[in-house]
């Protein structure tokens, strides 16, 4: 598995471009959020390797009425992203606007999937045009995404799956699936097949593996079983130090680390 961080979100007192210096020469690749207000030549220079960045700007594309908004902005952010080498785009059920719906819904209905599988199957072909992967993120309503359609994990995953386009994958959340649904390991196990890229943070609070009640060993543990040699993002906030809380994620992640981890946790239980 290659591991990547969250540049929005971790050394967050320093200028953006050291943020990326700081995240690379810890031996992590980078996840962009908005390219549009980065110094994109200074981010290129800095050697980093970039795993995902945001597809779009504005639109819904499960809203017939503002779905071309979602292509039409994805195809102006593909220069930024093979300038950089990313090689996935990533893109939401809805608009957001500061984390926030743009408009709310709170029903879906058949014309919201329909139009959301039409939408994803042309950014699978603009994907498949310029050599980038398009991924459908899950987000949760309960906390952080109220009023976000289609936006639960099983429903992107089916969304996903309507598409049927090799350049459409899934970035499954697991903290935002913590929230919304649980039963985080059989997730992994259902998705993995249309999975782009999958990112973490703890819950309660979206910081580092470690920090609160999800096993992150344990869904380490499943991932290698299942084979997956692909990217885990930490898309979280530090609970302290900002390398101590990469150094958590680097262990939880790590195989063999992760084993040992969780073995000394249970002889510890034993002996007490």
Request: glycine residues 8%.
């Amino acid at each position: 598995m290659r591991l990547a961080v969250c540049a929005e979100m971790v050394f967050t007192e320093l200028p953006f471009t050291e943020r990326v210096r700081r995240i690379h020469e810890a031996g992590f690749d980078v996840e962009l959020w908005d390219s549009r207000n980065k110094d994109i030549a200074a981010l290129k220079a800095s050697g980093a390797v970039f795993s995902s960045m945001t597809g779009y700007t504005s639109g819904s594309l499960v809203d017939a009425d503002t779905a071309e908004d979602v292509v039409r902005t994805a195809e102006t952010l593909i220069p930024t992203a093979l300038e950089l080498g990313v090689s996935r785009m990533v893109v939401h059920s809805a608009e957001l606007i500061d984390g926030k719906a743009a408009r709310p819904v709170y029903r879906s209905n058949g014309s919201m999937w329909i139009t959301g599988a039409r939408t994803l199957e042309r950014l699978g072909a603009l994907g498949e045009k310029h050599g980038l992967t398009f991924c459908l993120e899950n987000l949760n309503t309960v906390l952080d995404h109220p009023g976000i359609p289609l936006a639960r994990a099983k429903d992107t995953l089916a969304l996903v799956e309507a598409a049927g386009h090799p350049n459409v994958k899934m970035m499954l959340d697991l903290y935002h699936a913590q929230l919304g649904e649980g039963n985080l390991i059989e997730l992994v196990r259902t998705a993995l097949p249309h999975v782009g890229e999958i990112q973490v943070a703890d819950v309660p609070g979206r910081c580092e593996p470690g920090t609160g009640e999800i096993n992150y060993v344990a869904v380490a543990r499943a991932l290698v079983a299942a084979g997956y040699e692909g990217t885990v993002g930490m898309e979280a906030w530090a609970s302290g130090d900002d390398l101590e809380a990469l150094e958590a994620f680097r262990r939880a992640f790590t195989p063999g680390v992760a084993e040992s981890q969780d073995d000394s946790a249970f002889s510890t239980e034993a002996a007490l």
